[in-house]
């Protein structure tokens, strides 16, 4: 889950980069060149088409991905923090380990050794 996520950010961290090379890439060329694509598309007009292309990609991206990606974390977050939370009581010893039982042999004799003394008195 995690893996995707980080996989996913570096996907949308790439676009965005590309996107701001072509814009800067773009700015940099100005009105020098004539044209700017085969097909003879003015520069002008091709800004036009990107930068509504880029409006329209953030409005999307505003409305669609980033809440989702806001619930992704949330939910890694949560699962994170009780997984600790838990492992934590059980180190301090404030979970109940009395259904799993001893980690080891050694420890399982000792609380047979305790029951027993506790059985006595």
Known sequence: MLFTLVLFS???VSII???LLIIYKMMRIGRDTETVTSGGTSPDALKKKLTHFFEGACKKSAHFVFPKVKNIFHVVKR???DKHVAFTDRMNGKGDTSKKGAAS???KNVAEHKRTLHEKK
């Open 79 to 81: 699962r994170i923090s």
């Open 10 to 12: 570096l996907v949308l």
């Open 105 to 107: 042999f050694f420890l």
């Open 17 to 19: 980069g590309i996107i």
